[in-house]
C-alpha cells in the first residue's frame, strides 16, 4: 500500500501510503460524496445541492434537508465511485461527518455510511465537518510553492452556521485545535442569507450578494460593528501568549452579526424601499432559475449601494478581528474557510491585509470553500493512519466541538 509522491515544488519524493477514502457528507443541505486518495488526490466529487428545494422559504428546511438525502445519497455515492474508478470492494475505509450539524440530515449519511462500512467490512471512521473545512485548505496548501506549514495555523472557519477561530498545531502527527473566537449570536454566512432574504434577492444569498457587490458603492451606507471587548481569562503581559498557547489559556475574540441584519432592516424602513422590495419578489418568484442578470436589473442603485456596504462591513469585521487574534497569538499561518470563504471581496482582503503583515493566507479552491465530501475524506487520511475507527454504535453529535 505505499506509493511514491512527487513533490514537484520541492523537487522531493515523500513515500506515502496508498490509502483511498470514500467520504460522505450530509450535515446541512448538500449531500456529498467522493473519493480522496491519500488525503491530498481526489479522485472524484460529487455534490447534490438542495438549493431549489429550500428556495422557497429562504433557508434550510431541517425535515425537507433529511427528506432530500434520503433520495440523493445513493445516486450520488455511485457516481463518487464510478468517476474515481473505484468500486465498493476496492475502497479501503468509509469516512462521515459525524457532526456539527441537523442532528436528521447528519443521521442520513451516518446511517449509510455504517450499513456500507458493516456489509463491506471496511474501517468506519468518523469526522467533524469544521476539521473538513480545514482540510478542504489543506488539499489546496499542499500544491503551494512552499508546501510546508508553519505551526501554528489560525484557521478562521466561516459559513451559515459557524464563524470560529481555531488556533491549530500540530503534535506526533495530530492535528490539534482549541477554541479561541466564534460568534455570540448569528454566524456569517447566516447575516449575508438573511439580508438577501429581506432585500427579496434570492436564496442562498451569499453567492447573490458577492456578484452583485462589485455593482454597488461600499461607503454609500455607514454601519456600526459591534466592538466586542476580547476576552481575557487572566491578565497578561505583552509576549506571554507562546506559553499562553501551551497552557490552553489566553484571549478571545468573539464576533456578532445580528446587530446588522436590525441595521440593514432599519435602513430599508426608513428609506421606504420595502415597496421596491416586494415588486422584486413578485417578479423572481416569476422567473425559473433566476440569474444574475436578472436579479441585477430588478436592483436600484439604492440597493446595489446597501448590498456592497453591507457586505463591505462584513469583510472588514471579519479580516480586522482575525487579523488581530493573528498578532496576539503571534500564529505563523492563516487558514480561511467555509462557505463564506468563497467570497470575493473577503478574499482580496485577507490577502492585502494579511500580505502587508507577512502572514501566508490560504483558502480552499472556491468550489471546496462550501459543504463537500473531498474535505471529509481528506481529513479522514490522517485518522486512518493512526487506526482511529468508530465502533458501530457511534451517533450523530448536532453540537460537536472541535479540539
Ligand atoms: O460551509 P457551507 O456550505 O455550509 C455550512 O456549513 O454552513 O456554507 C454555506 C454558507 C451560506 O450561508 C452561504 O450564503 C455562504 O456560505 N456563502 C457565501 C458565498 N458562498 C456561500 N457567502 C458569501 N460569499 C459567497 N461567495
Ligand atoms: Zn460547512
Known amino acids: 500500500m505505499l506509493r511514491v509522491v512527487k513533490n514537484f515544488a520541492r523537487a522531493t519524493a515523500i513515500i506515502m501510503p496508498d490509502v483511498t477514502i470514500l467520504g460522505i457528507e450530509s450535515s446541512c443541505d448538500e449531500t456529498g460524496a467522493a473519493v480522496v486518495r491519500s488525503g491530498q488526490q481526489i479522485l472524484s466529487n460529487v455534490v447534490a445541492s438542495q438549493i431549489a428545494t429550500h428556495q422557497p422559504y429562504g433557508g434550510v428546511v431541517p425535515e425537507l434537508a433529511s427528506r432530500e438525502h434520503l ?8 457516481q463518487a465511485l464510478a468517476e474515481a474508478g473505484q468500486t465498493y470492494a476496492s ?6 461527518t459525524q457532526g456539527p450539524g441537523l442532528a436528521g440530515a447528519l443521521l442520513v449519511g451516518i446511517s449509510f455510511a455504517k450499513a456500507l462500512a458493516f ?3 471496511k474501517p468506519l471512521i468518523a ?10 485548505v489543506l488539499l489546496e496548501q499542499r500544491q503551494s510553492e512552499d508546501a510546508e506549514l508553519h505551526f501554528p495555523v489560525l484557521a478562521l472557519v466561516v459559513s451559515g452556521g459557524h464563524t470560529h477561530l481555531y488556533l491549530a498545531e500540530l503534535r506526533e502527527n495530530l492535528w490539534t485545535y482549541r477554541n479561541i473566537g466564534h460568534t455570540r449570536d448569528d454566524a456569517a454566512g447566516e447575516a449575508f442569507d438573511k439580508v438577501a432574504k429581506l432585500l427579496a434577492l434570492g436564496y442562498p444569498g451569499g453567492p447573490i450578494i458577492d456578484r452583485l457587490a462589485p455593482h454597488g458603492d461600499p461607503l454609500a451606507v455607514k454601519f456600526q460593528m459591534a466592538q466586542i471587548k476580547r476576552r481575557d481569562r487572566r491578565d497578561h503581559k505583552q509576549g506571554e501568549h507562546k506559553q499562553d498557547l501551551a497552557q490552553g489559556d489566553g484571549p478571545h475574540f468573539d464576533f456578532s452579526y445580528s446587530g446588522i441584519k436590525t441595521a440593514v432592516l432599519r435602513y430599508v424602513e426608513t428609506e421606504n424601499m420595502k415597496p421596491a422590495i416586494e415588486a422584486r419578489r413578485q417578479a423572481l418568484a416569476g422567473i425559473d432559475k433566476p440569474a444574475l442578470e436578472d436579479v441585477l436589473g430588478l436592483c436600484d442603485r439604492q440597493t446595489l449601494n446597501l448590498v456592497a456596504s453591507f457586505q463591505r462591513t462584513m469583510v472588514n469585521d ?3 478581528k482575525t487579523l488581530t487574534a493573528a498578532r496576539e497569538y503571534d500564529v505563523q499561518t492563516l487558514f480561511v474557510s467555509g462557505g463564506v470563504a468563497a467570497n470575493r471581496e473577503l478574499r482580496a482582503a485577507f490577502e492585502r491585509q494579511a500580505g502587508m503583515q507577512g502572514l501566508p493566507v490560504f483558502f480552499p479552491l472556491r468550489a471546496l470553500s462550501t459543504d463537500n465530501a473531498a474535505m471529509i475524506a481528506a481529513a479522514a487520511f490522517p485518522k486512518f493512519l493512526r487506526r482511529e475507527f468508530v465502533a458501530m454504535d457511534f451517533s450523530a453529535e448536532a453540537g460537536l466541538a472541535l479540539r
Open 71 to 78: 433520495r440523493a445519497l445513493v445516486p450520488v455515492v455511485r
Open 91 to 96: 475502497v479501503d475505509a468509509i469516512a462521515v
Open 119 to 121: 456489509a463491506l467490512d
Open 127 to 136: 469526522v467533524n465537518h469544521l476539521e473538513g473545512h480545514i482540510h478542504a
Open 318 to 320: 471579519l479580516v480586522t
